[in-house]
């Protein structure tokens, strides 16, 4: 397929505004940017933000049930990693879907 025209980077970051207006949590837009570009990982991150950010209200929720002061609570954290091995990224996709009801 012949190009017609060179986009200038002005229409991808319009693109990216667009889809982000649409309601994605991510758009990847840019010259030789594949549908695919990262979505595993921006999809793991996401589910990964989003779990944290629930167990978060929950702690924050019983704080408040209890009465616990923040300077009191030590929260945990859970180590990231930003490059996995594919057998990683599947074993890692597979123990947060179980975690949320949705084994493969």
Same mark, same amino acid.
């Given at each position: 397929?012949?190009?017609?025209r060179?986009?200038p980077?002005?229409?991808?970051? =319009?693109?990216?505004?667009?889809?982000?207006?649409m %309601?994605?949590?991510? #758009?990847? =837009?840019?010259?030789? #940017?594949? !549908? !695919?570009?990262?979505?595993?990982? +921006?999809?793991?991150?996401?589910?990964?933000k989003?779990?944290?950010?629930?167990d978060?209200r929950?702690?924050?929720? %019983?704080?408040?049930?209890?009465? #616990?002061?923040?300077? @009191?609570h @030590?929260?945990?954290?859970?180590?990231? =990693? #930003? +490059?996995? =091995?594919?057998d990683?990224?599947?074993?890692r996709?597979?123990?947060?879907?179980?975690?949320a %009801?949705m !084994?493969?």
């Open positions: 397929m012949k190009v017609a060179m986009l980077p002005e229409e991808y970051d =319009s693109w990216q505004e667009e889809g982000m207006a %309601g994605f949590k991510y #758009v990847a =837009s840019g010259p030789l #940017v594949r !549908s !695919s570009y990262k979505a595993g990982e +921006v999809f793991m991150e996401t589910i990964l989003e779990r944290d950010a629930a978060e929950k702690r924050i929720d %019983g704080r408040r049930e209890t009465g #616990v002061r923040r300077e @009191q @030590q929260p945990t954290a859970l180590p990231r =990693s #930003v +490059v996995w =091995s594919p990683e990224a599947e074993a996709a597979a123990r947060v879907l179980a975690g %009801g !084994s493969k």
